[in-house]
């Protein structure tokens, strides 16, 4: 079973840049599709960005297009998440997922099949 462990977050100003890191054991990372999803207080889960399993494929939600990306180290076990210009909108507790086979990567938080705990990204105004 793949464990998956987030790093990274933390508290920001707004306009400042964060890098998420997710690191991923006991599986072969590259049969992995490798997701990013955000949950904030009070909404549901939500589609960041995702990565396909050879990183030759991203795909990003349209809020965080052009601030944020995805990509991954598969001699590292390690999907990152460069986070620029962030907004107070973009609070959230990030969670990384990992998807077996899963190419192209879904935007639905039911096709993933392991998750991180989480890490918390808070942004000031």
């Known amino acids: 079973q793949v464990q998956l462990v987030e790093s990274g977050g933390g508290l920001v100003q707004a306009g400042g840049s964060l890098r998420l890191s997710c690191g991923a054991s006991?599986?072969?990372?590259?049969?992995?599709?490798m997701g990013w999803f955000r949950q904030a207080p009070g909404k549901e889960r939500e589609f960041a960005a995702s990565?396909?399993?050879?990183?030759?494929?991203?795909y990003y939600t349209d809020s965080v297009k052009g601030r944020f990306t995805v990509s991954r180290d598969n001699a590292k076990n390690t999907v990152y998440l460069q986070m620029n210009n962030l907004k107070p909108e973009d609070t959230a507790v990030y969670y990384c997922?990992?998807?077996?086979?899963?190419?192209?990567?879904?935007?639905?938080?039911?096709?993933?099949?392991?998750w991180g705990q989480g890490t918390q990204v808070t942004v000031s105004s």
């Open positions: 006991n599986g072969i990372f590259s049969n992995y599709a």
């Open positions: 997922a990992a998807a077996l086979y899963g190419d192209p990567p879904d935007n639905r938080p039911g096709a993933y099949d392991y």
């Open positions: 990565i396909s399993r050879l990183a030759g494929r991203t």
